[in-house]
């Protein structure tokens, strides 16, 4: 019984490139070729799929959730004003309390984790002066770590709490300092704390005299060192105020103020970077 060719062959058919019923070929390959590619392929994939975990893994178990295992080992951090502005120009009208509203309430928002009555629920009141040194003793962490409180009245004239409404429409702005955070850093010794200076960059603008808050424009040194934001959860950057008390109005005055440290070495030193310990801002105080 032939079947009487009941089964059409197409002997030779242009499909058979794909599926040839003669030689039981799939795309020119057999069952157990593509099999073997198959499995080559997942073998293969496995590979490097476990390749790709043990690296992952390897490199995880290196990373410390509390330190970064890569950080610059720079010398002297940046430092940052508020309110920054636009492109760190800070100008407003003496005269049209909308042109420094918006400050002001930015300001207030800033501030607003350094009222004295968060900071005393948060954080604790250090002995100043000295480091607040809280290592860890060995393989054991001593996390997290408590923080010192820096209270919004410290800023005295510059806190937005006293003498509000005359901070900026009487011509006398405050600008606030901060030194961007590095952790480890220890800016100071012999109890001497970094303090900021602030001054004309250009000599012949009057920048006049400047009131610093806290007294002497100092960043305690009880704030340092930072253990990073993981370990020190309720740490809130020192601040530095500084009061223009009598500067030029409808001028740009170009400000520069730069920290000074008996660590952290002559900032004007490092040619590479001249960002480093310093920042430059343009005030513009209209009538
Ligand atoms: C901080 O104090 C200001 C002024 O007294 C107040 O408006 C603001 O709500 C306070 N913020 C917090 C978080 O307590
Ligand atoms: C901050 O303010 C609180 C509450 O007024 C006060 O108890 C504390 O001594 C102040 N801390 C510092 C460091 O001045
Ligand atoms: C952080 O602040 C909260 C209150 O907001 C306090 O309960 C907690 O103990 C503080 N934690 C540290 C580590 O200072
Ligand atoms: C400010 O500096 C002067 C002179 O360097 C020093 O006598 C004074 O005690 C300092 N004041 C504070 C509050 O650190
Ligand atoms: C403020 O500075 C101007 C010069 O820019 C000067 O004439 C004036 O006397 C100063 N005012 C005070 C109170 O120092």
């Not at 900026?168 to 010794?189: D, F, T």
């Not at 012999?190 to 004309?200: K, L, T």
């Not at 009057?206 to 808050?213: E, M, S, T």
């Not at 223009?244 to 660590?263: Q, R, V």
């Amino acid at each position: 019984m032939s079947g009487g060719g009941a089964k059409e062959e197409p002997r030779g058919s242009s499909w058979d490139f794909i599926w040839n019923p003669r030689t039981h070929e799939l795309m020119g390959r057999t069952a157990t070729s593509w099999g073997l590619i198959l499995l080559f392929y997942l073998v293969f994939y496995l590979f490097l799929a476990g390749m790709f975990a043990l690296t992952m893994y390897v490199m995880l178990l290196t990373l410390d959730d509390y330190r970064p295992t890569w950080q610059d080992r720079l010398t002297t951090p940046g430092m940052m004003i508020r309110p920054k502005g636009d492109q760190l120009h800070i100008a407003f009208s003496v005269s049209k309390a909308e042109s420094y509203n918006g400050l002001l309430s930015s300001l207030d928002a800033f501030l607003s984790p350094y009222n004295d009555s968060v900071q005393a629920q948060t954080n604790d009141n250090c002995p100043p002066n000295q480091y607040f040194i809280q290592e860890d003793s060995g393989e054991v962490r001593n996390n997290p770590k408590r923080s010192c409180q820096f209270n919004r009245t410290a800023l005295d004239l510059c806190s937005g709490l006293v003498d509000r409404s005359p901070t900026a429409s009487s011509g006398q702005p405050c600008v606030l300092l901060k030194l961007n955070r590095v952790i480890g850093m220890l800016p100071g010794k012999d109890g001497q704390s970094p303090y900021v200076s602030c001054g004309p960059k250009v000599y012949d603008v009057n920048v006049g005299p400047l009131a610093y808050f806290p007294p002497n424009g100092t960043f305690n040194l009880m704030y340092y060192p930072y253990y990073g934001s993981k370990a020190q959860v309720n740490y809130t950057q020192p601040l530095v105020a500084v009061k223009f008390l009598n500067a030029s109005l409808n001028t740009d005055l170009n400000i520069e103020c730069h920290i000074n440290s008996n660590t952290l070495g002559d900032i004007y030193a490092n040619e590479r970077d001249k960002f480093a310990g310093r920042v430059s801002f343009t005030l513009r105080i209209n009538a």
